[in-house]
């Protein structure tokens, strides 16, 4: 009889469960992720995304990412884990892993090459993150050298293309890491071409509405266009239903208290 009863007990005791992706969601990053000319960056714009029950969105994207990727990575992965994030966002988490003009060594960069060894120190920090984990990869920010960055920053397009081909084939073999293109993307707005960004389409001669003077930073329709991006590719992973998000921008928009674009108004 005793048996029975704690059988019985242990039946009747509830069944933890885990945690829904959205429930705390976090996001890392440089200054795109951390909106460098307006004051609402990614983790607004996803907050203003998520629909579903949640914990507000954590960011601990840092301006000075640049100054000392290595040091600021460890950081920002350290936040992650003390909040309990259950997805992390990291857009442009490492962007300064292959732009800059300093090596893995924190020396001068001559050889270019030199990026991919400093590519693999960003992915071995990045090896142990368990939860569902959004990236981007390497677009081809060069519209940029001799505003916001130098032409030593820049990888050589040959090195480009090795830095994103490492980024996938590392990417392909963790079943908990998404990523998102956005190298393909600025390609066509680079190429004033019509461009598709998660639900939305975007003319040709978007670029100004999609980017900053700088050409490196998102204006505020770029970040919601990459946030969207970001909301498809966790729907296309089956991490997250279409009902917990909004996949259509004018509501987006609205719950930002921003004017809609017309290129949004269907």
Same mark, same amino acid.
């Given at each position: 009889?005793? !048996?029975?009863?704690?059988?019985?007990?242990?039946?009747?005791?509830?069944?933890?469960?885990?945690?829904?992706?959205?429930? !705390?969601?976090?996001?890392?990053?440089?200054?795109?992720?951390?909106?460098?000319?307006?004051?609402?960056?990614?983790?607004?714009?996803?907050?203003?995304?998520?629909?579903?029950?949640?914990?507000?969105?954590?960011?601990?994207?840092?301006?000075?990412?640049?100054? %000392?990727?290595? =040091? /600021?990575?460890?950081?920002?992965? *350290?936040?992650? /884990?003390?909040? &309990?994030?259950?997805?992390?966002?990291?857009?442009?988490?490492?962007?300064?892993?292959?732009?800059?003009?300093?090596?893995?060594?924190?020396?001068?960069?001559?050889?270019?090459?030199? $990026?991919?060894?400093?590519?693999?120190?960003?992915?071995?920090?990045?090896? %142990?993150?368990?939860?569902?984990?959004?990236?981007? %990869?390497?677009?081809?920010?060069?519209?940029?050298?001799?505003?916001?960055?130098? $032409?030593?920053?820049?990888?050589?397009?040959?090195?480009?293309?090795?830095?994103?081909? &490492?980024? !996938?084939?590392?990417?392909? #073999? $963790?079943?908990?890491?998404?990523?998102?293109?956005?190298?393909?993307?600025?390609?066509?707005?680079?190429? %004033?071409? *019509?461009?598709?960004?998660?639900?939305?389409?975007?003319?040709?001669?978007?670029?100004?509405?999609?980017?900053?003077?700088? &050409?490196?930073?998102?204006?505020?329709? =770029?970040?919601?266009?990459?946030?969207?991006?970001?909301?498809?590719?966790?729907?296309?992973?089956?991490?997250?239903?279409?009902?917990?998000?909004?996949?259509?921008?004018?509501?987006?928009?609205?719950?930002?208290?921003?004017?809609?674009? #017309?290129?949004?108004? !269907?």
């Amino acid at each position: 009889m005793k !048996r029975c009863l704690l059988l019985l007990a242990l039946v009747a005791l509830p069944v933890a469960r885990e945690p829904h992706p959205l429930q !705390r969601v976090c996001v890392l990053g440089a200054s795109v992720t951390h909106g460098l000319d307006f004051n609402t960056g990614l983790a607004e714009v996803l907050e203003a995304t998520i629909v579903r029950d949640h914990d507000p969105v954590c960011s601990n994207a840092n301006l000075l990412f640049f100054s %000392d990727p290595l =040091g /600021k990575a460890r950081e920002q992965l *350290a936040f992650a /884990k003390e909040k &309990r994030a259950t997805l992390i966002v990291g857009v442009d988490f490492l962007f300064w892993f292959a732009y800059g003009s300093r090596n893995a060594r924190d020396e001068r960069i001559e050889d270019d090459s030199e $990026r991919l060894a400093k590519l693999d120190q960003g992915l071995a920090l990045l090896a %142990d993150v368990k939860v569902p984990l959004v990236l981007g %990869d390497f677009p081809d920010m060069s519209d940029a050298i001799g505003g916001q960055l130098h $032409r030593l920053q820049v990888p050589q397009p040959a090195t480009l293309k090795q830095l994103n081909e &490492r980024l !996938r084939a590392w990417a392909a #073999e $963790r079943e908990n890491v998404v990523l998102i293109p956005l190298a393909a993307s600025i390609d066509l707005i680079r190429a %004033d071409q *019509a461009v598709t960004l998660g639900r939305q389409a975007w003319p040709a001669g978007s670029a100004d509405l999609l980017l900053s003077d700088d &050409r490196l930073h998102p204006t505020l329709e =770029g970040m919601v266009a990459i946030t969207n991006a970001v909301a498809d590719a966790l729907v296309a992973a089956d991490l997250c239903a279409e009902d917990d998000v909004l996949l259509e921008l004018e509501p987006v928009f609205e719950r930002l208290g921003e004017p809609v674009p #017309e290129e949004v108004e !269907r």
